[in-house]
């Protein structure tokens, strides 16, 4: 497909100002000046069609599925740095979903279940706990202690980020990850051994 009928295709973008069209390399699927369409899986074309239902395509929709697909996460190579927002999130939804489910049970066990009441007593939790294996507490509380920590420490880092600190060298992003693990790992094994 020419550039001239790409520009035919959809005159509202140069229309309304976009006249890069025309400086795109024609290395691009849809401004190749080849005849063949360029290469789309089967899958790729069943769900564009699938989604639109018809074959009554304008003529936009069906330049945008003659568009060569992005790879996305096929092809991308996953670093623990590129995880460590991700697992800031999943920290941070642990520890606030932790403290609404025990703060609402709190409230509205007296509520629902009046017979219930003694269930979030200390004295009740530390009478179960009294009875459970001394390993399994060390487990559970390493496991209760560690997306804090964790958190701690990775907002600590986004803050030093904030500052500008350590944001001139590549290589201190990725180090600075692993420190944050290590510090979180260190202090959770502490805490758990109290």
Not at 22 to 36: E, L, Q, V
Not at 119 to 148: H, N, Q, Y
């Amino acid at each position: 497909m020419s550039l001239r009928k790409t520009v035919q295709l959809n005159p509202g973008l140069i229309k309304h100002g976009n006249a890069r069209l025309g400086r795109i390399p024609p290395r691009h699927g849809i401004f190749s000046s080849s005849r063949s369409p360029p290469q789309i899986n089967s899958y790729t074309r069943m769900l564009a069609t699938f989604q639109h239902g018809s074959t009554n395509l304008t003529p936009l929709e069906q330049q945008r599925l003659r568009r060569p697909v992005s790879p996305h996460m096929t092809i991308y190579k996953w670093q623990y740095q590129s995880l460590t927002s991700i697992l800031q999130r999943f920290s941070g939804i642990f520890l606030a979903g932790g403290l609404y489910v025990f703060a609402t049970g709190y409230v509205l066990t007296p509520i629902v279940s009046p017979g219930y009441t003694d269930l979030f007593d200390i004295e009740t939790i530390v009478g179960a706990l009294r009875e459970v294996p001394g390993w399994i507490k060390g487990v559970g509380k390493f496991a209760l202690s560690m997306p804090f920590t964790y958190h701690f420490y990775n907002g600590v880092k986004h803050l030093m980020w904030d500052l500008g600190v350590g944001l001139s060298h590549k290589r201190f992003f990725g180090r600075l990850a692993w420190v944050v693990a290590g510090f979180s790992v260190v202090s959770s094994l502490g805490l758990a051994v109290l």
